[in-house]
């Protein structure tokens, strides 16, 4: 059974590592990335404060008591009821159902602990692993979003997914 744990400090070593793998480095481009486990340290210690004050949520994916994986939920717009969700998971856990599992907790988080209404993905359009877990979950895709990222001079898009939670 897979549980969702808050991340701490001590969790950044197993975050950094997950974030140097190179399909993370080619899907992940975003602020969340450090240079290293000390950095790692700091931007988790954040992330939980953020939690306290329900902000954002930065999930580990547990499997029994192995690391697999991360679920961040961010962009809580409590008045509009909802948010944004990414994930990763480690190589060793990928195309083994873990990464569905690992975001069906999150929503359950979202709808039972939050009571969130909506709930948004944006992942990038040749990542397939990340459109299966997506379409598994019944989100549906908006739609692409042109440049939506610039990322070491060039321009990216992204695809849209939205999933309403009740």
């Known amino acids: 059974m897979i549980k969702l744990k808050l991340a701490t400090e001590e969790d950044a070593e197993f975050v950094f590592e997950l974030m140097q793998d190179k399909d993370c480095q080619n899907f992940i481009i975003t602020k969340t990335k450090t240079n290293n486990v000390e950095e790692q340290k700091k931007k ?78 944006i992942t990038d359009p040749t990542n397939a692993p990340s459109t299966k877990i997506l379409q598994k979950l019944n989100f549906k895709k908006i739609g692409t979003l042109k440049h939506y990222r610039k990322h070491k001079g060039k321009y990216l898009n992204r695809e849209l997914y939205w999933k309403i939670l009740n």
Request: aromatic share 12%; net charge positive; with cysteine.
């Open 44 to 121: 988790l210690r954040s992330y939980y404060a953020q939690s306290k004050k329900q902000n954002r949520f930065y999930f580990i994916g547990m499997n029994k008591k192995e690391k697999i994986g991360i679920v961040d939920i961010y962009n809580i717009n409590k008045e509009d009821e909802r948010c944004c969700i990414g994930y990763a998971v480690s190589k060793k856990y990928r195309k083994k159902g873990f990464g569905t599992k690992m975001v069906k907790e999150g929503l359950k988080f979202l709808k039972n602990n939050l009571k969130l209404h909506g709930c948004e993905a």
